[in-house]
């Protein structure tokens, strides 16, 4: 995996060393307007995303419900955000209704390595779900969780409070930024990557991120939601 571009102090963010904050007064300062930007790129794209996107949520439900009138359109699930804060994120339900009872007996079958669970062929995705998550749609839903401040377009993806018992105090470092609808790892390896290195590739995210780096990674990402095949 290439880390080129790795800021000078890049061994602070490696396992096994002691914990990092990944900027100094100075560059807390510089970041004050980047987090400002930031934030308004948040609202303001989230809004038009939310406006512009509502007939295709419309069509979305419906045909969740043809396909499994019991189950709710979205689906609910309490996310891990910054400074370890609780909150809902929502998603279109991809998955049959009782997938999270049928979770436990599927854990053996867990492709990817460390705090994190996924399954390629997933018995639980519904057939419209399959679509959903192959071209990441079942994301937009969180495009709400953008607008009211829990999530950003940008960051590392809010973990499950299961997967963060599991944490290391290095590992804990993802969670000191508000967590984010896509990110470095998704553009750059999306499922190719074990949970070690995906932690590694959000804190570089963290150190050397910009506008510009953010703005790259949207654009990135909607490219990818429209020719990548590789989501799961």
Same mark, same amino acid.
């Given at each position: 995996? @290439?880390?080129e571009?790795?800021p000078?102090?890049?061994?602070? $963010?490696?396992?096994?060393?002691?914990?990092?904050m990944?900027?100094?007064?100075?560059?807390?300062?510089?970041?004050?307007?980047?987090?400002?930007?930031?934030?308004?790129?948040?609202?303001?794209?989230?809004? $038009?995303?939310?406006?512009?996107?509502? =007939?295709?949520? &419309?069509?979305?439900?419906?045909?969740?419900?043809?396909?499994? +009138?019991?189950?709710?359109?979205?689906? #609910?699930?309490?996310?891990?955000? %910054?400074?370890?804060?609780?909150?809902?994120?929502?998603?279109?339900?991809?998955?049959?209704?009782?997938?999270?009872? /049928?979770?436990?007996?599927?854990?053996?079958?867990?492709?990817?390595?460390?705090?994190?669970?996924?399954?390629?062929?997933?018995? *639980?995705?519904? #057939?419209?779900?399959?679509?959903? *998550?192959?071209?990441?749609?079942?994301?937009?839903?969180? /495009? !709400?969780?953008?607008?009211?401040?829990?999530? @950003?377009? &940008?960051? +590392?993806? =809010?973990?499950?409070?299961?997967?963060?018992?599991?944490?290391?105090?290095y590992?804990?470092?993802?969670?000191? $930024?508000?967590p984010?609808?896509?990110?470095? !790892?998704?553009?750059?390896?999306?499922?190719?990557?074990?949970?070690?290195?995906?932690?590694?590739?959000?804190?570089?995210?963290?150190?050397? *991120?910009?506008? !510009?780096?953010?703005?790259?990674?949207?654009? %990135?990402?909607?490219?990818?939601?429209?020719?990548? *095949?590789d989501?799961?």
């Amino acid at each position: 995996m @290439s880390m080129e571009n790795l800021p000078d102090d890049y061994e602070a $963010v490696m396992p096994g060393t002691t914990f990092y904050m990944p900027y100094g007064t100075k560059q807390m300062q510089d970041k004050t307007s980047y987090l400002v930007t930031k934030r308004l790129l948040d609202m303001i794209l989230s809004a $038009v995303g939310l406006i512009v996107l509502l =007939p295709l949520f &419309v069509v979305i439900a419906i045909l969740i419900k043809l396909e499994d +009138p019991k189950g709710t359109v979205f689906f #609910k699930q309490t996310r891990v955000g %910054k400074n370890e804060k609780l909150f809902n994120m929502y998603k279109f339900r991809s998955m049959v209704s009782n997938a999270e009872e /049928l979770k436990k007996d599927l854990m053996a079958l867990n492709e990817v390595s460390g705090a994190m669970f996924k399954i390629k062929n997933d018995p *639980r995705i519904t #057939k419209m779900g399959r679509f959903l *998550r192959k071209t990441s749609i079942d994301e937009i839903p969180q /495009l !709400w969780n953008v607008l009211i401040g829990d999530m @950003s377009l &940008v960051g +590392p993806r =809010p973990p499950l409070p299961s997967e963060v018992e599991q944490y290391s105090d290095y590992d804990k470092q993802r969670l000191l $930024v508000t967590p984010g609808c896509t990110g470095y !790892w998704q553009v750059t390896a999306r499922n190719s990557v074990g949970f070690e290195e995906m932690v590694q590739m959000d804190l570089k995210y963290i150190h050397v *991120r910009s506008t !510009w780096l953010d703005l790259k990674i949207i654009v %990135k990402t909607a490219f990818m939601m429209i020719f990548s *095949r590789d989501a799961y």
